[in-house]
T-cell receptor, first 112, second 113 residues
């Protein structure tokens, strides 16, 4: 089954403790992206990647890092998480230009 | 990318067609209209997209006006499972921006029995 898989689905952690949210897709998509969703602010793009070793900032990249060493994986790294990064995070992928994006089921992060 | 305007909410009776409007009066010639929906904090789900012509797939139909300043998403026979927030997005597909989707507030659709 074609899918985008995020792990973990839920995480409660403390300020400053590095964490990684993994994202993997099995559709051989070139493009992958991370979004965060907050009440009243909607979905905002954090980072995106158009291919292996090619990443770029979205609208709200501060406090996040990403890497794209393999086509299928696009982890989101919070080196020193802070409470304002408490949010619902979505990973997405698409085949290419004008193609629809497929979203994962989301990761709910709580930073205390 | 052009901004979109959608009504904040609408109700629809189960079994009836749901017509969701979207205004995008500043759309450019190379911008596509996309529709996604999000069911209660699940990942957004792609519905349909188009450039100029009307489009139909197994989920919905997309009607784009001739001047492309507005469009309508039609769910032909709404079911309770269609209750969701529906997002209308316009974006240009260039190498620099092809990945960015800018979601607005969307329309909360409630399908009632």
């Amino acid at each position: 089954e074609a899918q985008v898989t995020q792990n973990p689905r839920y995480l409660i952690t403390v300020t400053g403790k590095k964490l990684t949210v993994t994202c993997s897709q099995n559709m051989n998509h070139e493009y992958m992206s991370w979004y965060r969703q907050d009440p009243g602010l909607g979905l905002r793009q954090i980072y995106y990647s158009m291919n292996v070793e090619v990443t770029d900032k979205g609208d709200v990249p501060e406090g996040y890092k990403v890497s794209r060493k393999e086509k299928r994986n696009f982890p989101l790294i919070l080196e020193s998480p802070s409470p304002n990064q408490t949010s619902l995070y979505f990973c997405a992928s698409s085949l290419g230009t004008n193609q629809p994006q497929h979203f994962g089921d989301g990761t709910r992060l709580s930073i205390l | 990318d052009a901004k979109t305007t959608q009504p904040p909410s609408m109700d629809c009776a189960e079994g009836r067609a749901a017509n969701l409007p979207c205004n995008h009066s500043t759309i450019s010639g190379n911008e596509y209209v996309y529709w996604y929906r999000q069911i209660h904090s699940q990942g957004p789900q792609y519905i349909i997209h188009g450039l100029k012509n009307n489009e139909t797939n197994e989920m919905a139909s997309l009607i784009i006006t001739e001047d492309r300043k507005s469009s309508t998403l039609i769910l032909p026979h709404a079911t309770l499972r269609d209750t969701a927030v529906y997002y209308c997005i316009v974006r240009v597909a260039t190498t620099d921006s092809w990945g960015k989707l800018q979601f607005g507030a969307g329309t909360q659709v409630v399908v009632t029995p």
